[in-house]
């Protein structure tokens, strides 16, 4: 054994390395670091070899490799396989930069929907002029509970499928649309299609444009069942404004299960396109 001045005592090695006994002592049951020398004593012993071997296994973590990953490219570490390894982290960090912007926009959309909506949050109609905007819609096969949770789950999928070939930003709102002649028969429950509201237009089937313009619009409080009361009070609205129906409803949920527990303090913001009587 050389002088014990060219080593490090375990509890030296330890604080200098950063990490935790049982940590070192599964490294050196994995084969992943062996002390220097081990005394007569049995005390261990570590060099500097030994702290650039954690030092490596701590950047190989940090990369997100498990310790058996770890273990494989120790073994078999050159300077082609240590290319290969930036490479690889240099993919699957732009993935997740990727995704993470992804992440922020739907954040951010949310978070717009949600004061644009608090804004004008009313239990009276009224009218509100809006711009342009743009649905991803997702047609409603079977109108049953049923047919509107497939529905659902298909325009989640669709939305995934969207972002992963377009810079596609919706919020986390979920939406759906009330044909205009289902409207105008009193058949409020009617929902066609289920949706979700995007920044900007995109060429695929599923995207709906809607055009800007006059709409009322009011906020029903409670659970879905009971919309039909304030869908009349809209329709009875828009006929004493000397006002039609120009087209479909659209339900946007403001206070859903994502915030809120109770149905009955549930909350839709319905907005109908109208014009002038003709």
């Given amino acids: 054994m050389r002088e014990k001045s060219h080593y490090l005592s375990r509890k030296e090695f330890l604080t200098l390395c ?26 261990h012993y570590y060099s500097r070899e030994q702290f650039f071997e954690i030092d490596l296994i701590k950047n190989l973590k940090w990369t997100d490799k498990s310790l058996t990953d770890c273990k494989k490219y120790i073994d078999s570490r050159s300077p082609g396989n240590f290319l290969s390894m930036l490479l ?12 993470l912007t992804q992440q ?28 342009t905007f743009y649905l991803l819609i997702q047609e409603i096969e079977e109108r049953t509970s049923r ?12 939305f995934h499928d969207i972002m992963k070939s377009y810079e596609f930003i919706s919020s986390m709102y979920n939406r759906a649309l009330v044909p205009k002649e289902d409207l105008l028969a009193g058949n409020y429950h009617a929902i066609s299609h289920v949706c979700m509201t995007a920044r900007q237009h995109i060429d695929h089937p599923a995207c709906r444009t809607v055009p800007s313009g006059t709409f009322a619009v009011c906020f029903h409080t409670g659970p879905a069942g009971t919309i039909s009361r304030t869908y009349d009070r809209m329709m009875e609205f828009i006929q004493q404004k000397n006002m039609e129906v120009a087209g479909d409803a ?4 403001y206070i859903n299960y994502l915030s809120e527990r109770d149905p009955e303090r549930f909350s839709k913001e319905l907005l109908i396109p109208v014009r002038k009587q003709k």
């Fill in 18 to 43: 950063g990490i935790s006994k049982n940590t070192l002592v599964w490294y050196e049951k994995m084969g992943l670091v062996q002390p220097a020398v081990i005394g007569e004593n049995g005390y």
């Fill in 88 to 99: 690889e982290q240099q993919q699957l960090l732009e993935q997740r930069l990727a995704l």
């Fill in 104 to 131: 922020k926009n739907i954040i951010d959309q949310s978070l717009r929907d949600f004061l644009r909506m608090q804004a004008r949050c009313t239990d009276q109609p009224k009218l509100v002029e809006c711009p």
């Fill in 147 to 158: 047919g509107y949770i497939i529905a659902l789950s298909r325009l989640f999928d669709l």
């Fill in 250 to 253: 659209l339900e946007s949920d």
